[in-house]
């Protein structure tokens, strides 16, 4: 018996049909999993664990955090997670419409860019919930070790090229799509 006749290759956009529902599972994990991670982390993670999140060293936590501070750096931190939680669902929505076989469509185009834009703006708001975070952190040590930190690395920046990547790739596809739109007006 020959097994390419028992076991069929499936094509490309098998594949990508395939793919995608995986995809959309795995949304789905990221934006259940991620918020509850979130709160066990800021409940059960030592200070010196926080310090190092917040861009400062491990020691530079004096008292330990009242439970207002935990509470309050969680949901500093949130507004960074929520962003990306957006754009984690557009992408569900993209790979939902890809699922589907819709994958050259201006619907799927634009959650796509929308996806890239929210990873952008939960990266630059990571930024500034770092910021906040060490400053939070740091408020019941007596004046003059309190701190304030900012944080630019290379995650930050390998997720802005990411997020610009994306955008411009969603761009280009808008574009290739108007214009067989317009090639077919013409024939």
Known sequence: MNTAESHPVPTSSQRVRRISRWMVAACWALLVTLPLALVVYWATASEAMLAGHANLPAQAIAAPLALWQRIAGAAVMALPLGLLLAGVWQARRCFGMFAQGQVFT???????????????????????????????????????????????????????????????MAAVIAQGQTLAEENEGFV
């Open 106 to 168: 201006l619907q799927a185009t634009a959650l796509l860019g929308r996806f890239a834009g929210w990873v952008a703006w939960a990266a630059l708001a990571s930024m500034l919930a770092g910021s906040a975070t060490s400053v939070l952190l740091t408020l019941n040590n007596p004046p003059g070790q309190r701190h304030l930190s900012v944080g630019i690395g290379s995650d930050l920046v390998f997720t802005l090229f990411f997020a610009g990547l994306v955008w411009l």
